[in-house]
């Protein structure tokens, strides 16, 4: 039975438009499902703790996930985030990042960079 199931990596949306229309989907649908295809992990420095709360709630709300230290709620000192989600969640979040105060405008357009990047690539 294993040879009927395959792991899949897919690094970025030219390699998911790729195997999605090897498998015979049409083109509408590739481009609706090719970015949610690509999972990416960012990990994201010198982060505001009350910033990391606010990016964390508006990931959650788009059925991505953030990683934020335990003790967030009373560190006053910057900190380390992990934001993980698909291509689709990550472009999401940037559009709800921008409505912020500037220092999360910030981290929207780091991500935003880093969409280009693996848009293009």
């Known amino acids: 039975m294993k040879e009927k199931i395959e792991e899949v990596y897919v690094k970025n949306l030219a390699e998911a438009r790729e195997l999605i229309a090897s498998i015979g989907c049409d083109e509408k649908s590739i481009d609706i499902m090719a970015p949610k295809a690509v999972f990416k992990v960012l990990l994201i420095r010198d982060v505001n703790p009350i910033d990391a709360?606010?990016?964390?709630?508006d990931m959650l709300s788009i059925g991505g996930e953030v990683a934020i230290p335990r003790n967030v709620?009373?560190?006053?000192e910057k900190c380390?985030?992990?934001?993980?989600?698909t291509l689709r969640h990550l472009s999401t979040l940037?559009?709800?990042l921008k409505r912020?105060?500037?220092?999360?405008?910030?981290?929207?357009?780091?991500?935003?960079s880093?969409?280009?990047?693996?848009?293009q690539s």
Do not use: D, P, Y
């Not at 709360?53 to 709630?57: F, T």
């Open 100 to 112: 912020h105060h500037t220092s999360i405008r910030e981290i929207a357009r780091l991500i935003e």
């Open 73 to 76: 709620f009373w560190r006053k």
């Open 94 to 96: 940037v559009e709800k």
């Open 53 to 57: 709360i606010i990016i964390k709630q």
């Open 80 to 85: 380390e985030i992990l934001i993980m989600g």
């Open 114 to 119: 880093e969409l280009e990047e693996w848009i």
